[in-house]
Structures are given as structure tokens and as C-alpha cells.
């Protein structure tokens, strides 16, 4: 199995790039050729091969996501970091997109436990540098989000959302539709932590949307869990079935 090149693999230690994406610089990519739809197409491409290459070699892992905003000594931060070393003594692979924040956390955990465990990054590359927290110790670099977000929702054996802003609310509710339209097995956890930040959401879910307008199932409601804690979150991973379809 082919390794990904140099550049994309993630060991930055100088954390100068380790913003939340609203506030990274402008892409200043000069408009040449390489920049037509067809080149873009087999960019985009390629770009889903070292990704799906590099899953290949993960066999158990769980994907955090949340606020890229959260620093150190935030509860949210402190909980995420701690969550990342149970999961690493415990010999999952904590998978996260490589920023600041719960992101850094969850990955700064994992390397603090010392477990089998591995501390992943899919990270966002701008031209001359890649985002990464400096606690990532494998990863790989993306230009595009939206293929670094199926890598992030690709194979995990479990989903976990700490509090966040838009992003981490895009990313659940398209996990929530890929489980709700059965392209992802409903046996996967999905677990909401947090629950003062959750809740008005999953009020709003349930009395908005499904009461008032009746616009999904209620058997959509079960499609997630919500629980205050990494303790709690490390419990129903630990009975989250193995995923094997991708082996």
C-alpha cells in the first residue's frame, strides 16, 4: 500500500497555522491551467486516493469533532484531552481535523496517554504550509474541505461532537442524514457531549422540526446520544460494534 507523499504526512511541531478555518489566510494560488474544472476534477481525485491510502492502515478508530475555538483550561477543551487518552489506552486511534481548539485536545490526549492508540490529523493545507496542531503524529493534508470531511466520516467505529459553531453543526447534521438515508449503519454511534450546548438544539429538532413541521421520523431522534462527559462517551464507544465492511 503506498504511503502518502512527504508533504502531506503531519508531524508540524510550530503550530503558527493552528486557527480556527474562519480566521486562516486567503489561498493566493496564482490562476494558471492547473486551475481549469478538468484539473481541478483530478486533483480532487487524487486527493480522495491518499486519503482513502492512508485509512486503509487504520483498523479502529474514533473521529472527534467540535470548536476549533476552545483553548487550553476551557472545560470542553480539558474533557476532549481527556477523552483522547482513554481512547488511546484503550487502542483506539483518535481521529480529528488536525486544528485548534477540541480538535488539538483530542489529539494532544492521545499523545499524552502513551496507549497503542494512534494521534490523527486530516488536515486543511494552505499553499505553502499545513494547518496542524502540533500534537498530530499522523496525518495527511487536504486543499479541498469537502473530501477532508468524508475522510473525517469515512470508517470510524464512533462519532463524537463536542460543543461548536457551524462547522461541527454541518458535519453532524450530514452524519445524522448519511445514518437517517441508511448509507451509514445506525449501529455506530453518534454522541452529542455537552449537554447544556446540545440541548436547545435537540429541543429545537424535536418540537421544530419533527412536531411542528413534521419534517423527519421520530425514530430519527434515536439516531444520536447524548451524554456530559468523555467517561460517559468512552463507554458507549467501548460497546460500539467493530466496522469490518472496510477491510
Known amino acids: 500500500m503506498p504511503e502518502p507523499n512527504a508533504q502531506d504526512q503531519t508531524t508540524a511541531k510550530s503550530g503558527n497555522l493552528n486557527l480556527p478555518a474562519s480566521q486562516l489566510p486567503p489561498d493566493r494560488e496564482g490562476h494558471d491551467f ?112 469537502f473530501v477532508r470531511k468524508v475522510m473525517l466520516a469515512y470508517s470510524a467505529q464512533a462519532y463524537v461532537y463536542y460543543p461548536g459553531g457551524v462547522g461541527t453543526l454541518d458535519e453532524l447534521t450530514e452524519l445524522i442524514t448519511l445514518v437517517q438515508t441508511k448509507k451509514v449503519s445506525a449501529d455506530i454511534p453518534i454522541i452529542l457531549v455537552g449537554r447544556d450546548f446540545w440541548t436547545p438544539f435537540l429541543e429545537w429538532v424535536e418540537k421544530t422540526v419533527l412536531e411542528k413541521y413534521d419534517a423527519i421520523s421520530r425514530k430519527d431522534l434515536s439516531i444520536y446520544t447524548l451524554v456530559d462527559s468523555a467517561e460517559e462517551a468512552f463507554e458507549l464507544v467501548k460497546r460500539s460494534p467493530v466496522r469490518t465492511e472496510f477491510g
Not at 53 to 67: C, E, Q, Y
Open 34 to 145: 492547473r486551475s481549469t474544472p478538468q484539473w481541478r476534477a483530478l486533483r480532487v481525485l487524487a486527493e480522495f486516493v491518499d486519503g482513502w491510502n492512508f485509512l486503509a492502515d487504520i483498523k479502529k478508530s474514533v473521529t472527534i469533532f467540535g470548536s476549533a475555538r476552545f483553548p487550553e483550561g476551557n472545560p470542553w477543551y480539558e474533557d476532549a484531552r481527556r477523552f483522547g487518552r482513554l481512547l488511546t489506552d484503550a487502542g483506539y486511534s483518535v481521529v480529528t481535523g488536525g486544528g485548534p481548539g477540541i480538535m488539538e485536545a483530542a489529539n494532544r490526549g492521545a499523545t499524552e496517554s502513551g496507549g497503542p492508540g494512534d494521534s490523527i490529523g486530516f488536515n486543511i493545507k494552505l499553499p505553502f504550509e499545513t494547518r496542524a496542531n502540533s500534537y498530530v503524529e499522523k496525518g495527511v493534508g487536504f486543499h479541498y474541505f
